[in-house]
């Protein structure tokens, strides 16, 4: 299978900024989608951005302009930089890849990796 292992998370104060990255392993064969959500408590885990393996981003409309997503094929790693952070902007951060992998037989996977905090204070 794949794995996804994020770092970068941490607390910080209203309008600092934080990285998120992302490193995907495992007997990939090609990455498609790359993206990031989140999950506030007693939210369900939402979308923040994706990223095609060519073409634009997509940003959920509360972030616009805030954050940005970036992506290094040949390296297999999504980053998310996130600028001009707010209180709302605090949930557990997860990384998700989708594509094929390689098993016995060329398969699809949809991975998630295992979540980083974000706390932003006021």
């Known amino acids: 299978q794949v794995q996804l292992v994020e770092s970068g998370g941490g607390l910080v104060q209203a309008g600092g900024s934080l990285r998120l990255s992302c490193a995907a392993s495992?007997?990939?064969?090609?990455?498609?989608?790359m993206g990031w959500y989140r999950q506030a408590p007693g939210k369900q885990r939402a979308l923040v951005a994706t990223?095609?393996?060519?073409?634009?981003?997509n940003y959920v409309d509360s972030v616009k302009g805030r954050f940005s997503i970036f992506r290094d094929n040949a390296r297999n790693t999504v980053s998310l930089q996130m600028n001009s952070l707010k209180p709302e902007d605090t949930a557990m951060y997860y990384c998700?890849?989708?594509?094929?992998?390689?098993?016995?037989?060329?398969?699809?996977?949809?991975?998630w990796g295992q979540g980083t905090q974000v706390t932003v204070s006021s």
């Open positions: 495992g007997n990939i064969v090609r990455l498609d989608d």
């Open positions: 990223i095609p393996r060519v073409g634009v981003a």
């Open positions: 998700n890849a989708r594509g094929v992998y390689s098993g016995t037989y060329f398969r699809e996977f949809n991975s």
